[in-house]
Every structure is written in C-alpha cells, then in structure tokens.
C-alpha cells in the first residue's frame, strides 16, 4: 500500500536516504514513487511511474545539493485516479507552495472538490489528496501547523499527512488519523516520518507511536505533539534496528527464502514457549487468558490470515471444546454483533495494519470486547491497540505472498489453542503426544523443502500447461486447500478455485474435464476414505490430479509425498507443499513473484 516519509537533513544526504526507503517500502505499493525536496523558497519535485528505479533514473541528471534541508517522499498505489504522473504524489497547491504526500482516503473529497471549484479552484489530477492541498491554500493562517490545523475538521476520511510549504520554510506538519504514522530519532538528532517503522532501519533507532487525531509541528529542531487542540508529550521508545533488517541472501525471490525459512520460524515460535522435555507451554498471554472465563472464540482476519484461523478453529473446537466464530474483517464490519462477557475477540495479522481488521478491533473494544491480538509486526497498530495478545516472530516477510508468516500464526495459535486445552482437561496422554509430535515438524517441513522440492517443481512446470484449478480439501485441509489456491492464483494470474472436496457434486463438478486439473490435499488423516471417494468422482470424470499425501492408498496422475505426523499437525506440512507448487509454477511462468501486479503487502486503505 502506500507509503509517506519525510526526512530532515544533518549527516545523512538526503536523496540516499529517501531512496533508500522507497526501495524498502516497494514491496507495499509500486504503481508510482515520487519526491520533493526543499530550501528556503525552492521545492524540487521528481515523480515517476512504475518501479523505483524508474525514480533513480531521472534522480541521475538532477543535483540535489547539501542546500536542500528536507525531503518527503511516497509510493503510491492507486486508488483516486488512475496511475499517471499527475496524481502520483507529492501534490501541490495552486502557487506550488505547499506540498504534502499522503495515505489513505479522503471519504468527502468529491464534495470538497466541488465547493473549492465554486471558489474558482482547478484541479491538475483526480486524486483526493491535491484536494487537501487546495482547502490548505484557502485557509491559510500565519503558521503552517495553525493551516493544517483549521483544514482537518473538514477532512472525513482516514489519512496520514506530512505536509511542508515555501511560505513557512523552517516548518512541517504530520498527521495520523486512522493511517500508521511514527517519528523516528536518531543519536545525530535526525528527525524522520514514516508510515513504516521497519523501513527506519539504520536510519532511526529510537521511535514515538502516534495515535490517531495526533498532529505534529515540528520548527527547526524541535517539535511538538497535539491532541484534541491540547499539547501533550509521547514517550520515545528504542526498537532494535537489527531485526528491522530483511535480506534475500542467495535465493532468487523472497518468496523462496522465506519459505526455506519456516522450520527456523517455527522454532522461534516455539522458543521459551514450549518446554519439548518437561510437555508444558508458558507465555506471558496465557497468565491473562488465566483470568478470563472464555466460552467462545471470536476469530478476525483478512486473507491468508483468515486461513490460519479457520484451522485454530478446528483445534479450539477439537482440542479445547469451544464455540468458535471465524469473520472475515471487511464482512464482520457490517455485522450487527452481540458481545458477550465471555467472549475472546482475536485478530490475527501479519503486518497488524490491515485496515479492515483493525476497523474491526475497534467495533469490537467499543461494544467492551476483549481483544488479543496475534501479531508479526511489533510496532504495529494491532500489536498497541488489542488488551493482550502473542507475536508470532516470523521476522519480517517481504513477498507480498505471505508464507512464512501464515506457518508461524499457526504455530502460535496452536500454543494458545493447547494452553487452553490443557486448562480445560485435555487428556494428558493426547497432549503429550501431540507437544511430541510438533517437536518434529520443523524437521519434516525440511524433508520436503529438500526432498521434495524437485518432484513439486516438475509438477508445477507441467501444471502451467493448464488455466483452471480446483483445490480440494476437508476439515483441516479445506483452510489449506484456500490458501494453496490463494497462492496459486495470486502469483501465477492462472485461476484457481478451493472447495471443500465433497461440495463438488454440488456444482463445480460441471466443469471437471481433462483440462482442469485438481490438487487434492489428502493426508492419512479422518478424512482419507472421503478423499479417496473424491478421486474416483473427479477421475471418472477424466480429470487430472495432483494428490498431496503420505498414504499409499491413494494415487492422482502427479503425486506429492509429505512425512506423516500427528492427524492436527498436517496443515503445517500441507501448507509448505502448496506454496512451492505455486513459487515454481509462477517461476515457470517468469512473474513478478516477490510483487505481484496489482497486490501490496500491507492493505492499511478501506
Ligand atoms: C496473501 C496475503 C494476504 C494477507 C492479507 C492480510 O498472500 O498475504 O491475503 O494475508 O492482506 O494481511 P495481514 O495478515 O497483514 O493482516
């Protein structure tokens, strides 16, 4: 999604730096970058569209001296206008005094739009930020924050700004409402705005979160922080820069890293968490979930993300024998929900900024909701805002398909979910074999990766001859089948479909036919017998199958061996094969696999 920083200059030069965190902040939303530079009466402005380095390359022929003392800069997905040098951001007012860059949504900017033309105001581009622009210019008072001041009554919407403007050189002002926004500081006194706080390593080591309606106005090298009109003071906080840092190392994409990653995830997971000798888990969560008498488990997510808590909702069901609801957030947002004193609200999201999820969370802490949170990003909206919650230390995931960060939610939410059993009397045999069982799984994830790695891709190599796929799955394989077509068709633009295996007959069965193939995921689970049934269905219908299995009882037209494991734990093996079979065919197929057209990491807009 898009992203705002600004910077203001002592040591660091500041075209690098600003380069630098677009490049980080790609992954999120790449239709277009832009930048301006300023000193006292001049602004320069570089946009581009398409990659960053199509910024880096008209950046070559311009001189951006030691003179300029700030720079904002932004990335930008489209959402208002489509993508063209003129709504590609900073955008300006009609004197090009003021600039500003900024995330999210103006909701009323039509009808502004309108009264400002009345005014005699034109408009260069169709976005709702230059609207921002012109309502600073026609409420202009004697100091910049005092402008921006008066203009934010009449904004609805939610947005992050960061403004400057010529007329108030030693001036800017930043804006978080509703959109992440964080300050961050330096030993050198450096002062940085950014809408990402990873994409501040080496650059700031220490931060202050801003919370929504907090203005800043920062004059020369000092700052203040209002709310409500009101000043007030934030603490500052170190983040350790280190595990800010993301690097692909020698594998082609990130997404093939971090896929090679996850048995490590996994064991960070698991580490001071799970006690493999003595079969007990400890984390500081549990000692809150303690004090709460949870009857039913609400769970809240988007995508990939939801897939991870359809199957804790399996074990919630199966392991701890309770209610469980599973929403979607931008569907549980129209809901006219009931919350019951005991019930859990649980959020799960890898960036803890995905807008839905977090309009969601905050429904829920107004009806008086216990909320966790179960978070990869630490610093992240989510991660401050829910009562309690765990984080699932993936470390930091790039690929806009997320991979590791799903395997290391399920990881995470099985400890909750095995806590809560354990309280509720699992039998104790049944657990130690299950808290056995999941010691090994970081080991069978590696038998596949380096196994079976050579057979998946030549399966997927032959799948790219095709154009229609169904995933199949059951029980906890349905949330798997998802997710592998999620991936599938996310990264390789081939449609895919998942359903649970037996609904087939109740429609899409019409289109099974040699030229749709279907990858069913069936381990030596429960639901063997059924699977085996649904081969035959799909077989008799002459279509091709891909069966993902450690049963010799059932063979498809390709087959995919994963190791055998405890009946619950599948759909950490499951999941690994599915995300290879999607990384080489969209290999295949020469995509965009680390930025997926039309797709950005963090989803922080409405
Ligand atoms: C797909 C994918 C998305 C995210 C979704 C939620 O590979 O990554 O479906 O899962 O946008 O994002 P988070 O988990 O950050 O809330």
Redesign the pocket.
Known sequence: MCGIFWYKWKTHNIKDVLLTWLKRLEYRGYDSAGMAFLKKWEVKVVKALGKVANLEEKLRNITIDNSFEAGMAHTRWATHGGVTLENTHPHWDSGQSIFLVHNWIIENFKELKQELTKKGYSFYSQTDTEVIAKLLEDNKKDTLLKTVESVLPLLEGAYALLIFSKDFPDEMVAVRFGSPLVIGFNDQKEIFFSSDTQALAGFADKVIFLDDGDVVGVKGNDFVIKSNGKLISKAIEKIDVESLKAEKWDFPHYMLKEIFEQPEVLKNVFRGRVDFKSKTLHADAFRELDKLDIQRIVFI?????YHAWIVAARWFEDLVGLDTGVEIGSEFVYKNFKVKPTDLYVF???????AD?IEALKLVQAKGGKTFGIVNVVWSTIARVTDMGMFTRAGTEVG???TK?FVAQLGTLLLVALYLAYKNGIAKPEFDKIIEDLAAIPTKIEEILYRENANIKDIAYQLVDYYNFFFLGRHYQLPIAMEGS??FK?ITYLHSEAYPAWELKHGPLALIDEKNPSILIAPNDLMLEHNISTLEEVRARKGKVVVITDSQAIKGDWNIKIPSTNRFLYPFLTVVVSQLLAYHAAQKLWREIDKPRNLA???TVK
Not at 301 to 305: E, G, P
Not at 349 to 354: D, I
């Open positions: 997510a988007s995508w990939t993300s799960i999201s890898q960036s803890g900024e995905t999820s806009v398909a997320s960060a999620l991936k996310e990491k963090s989803v």
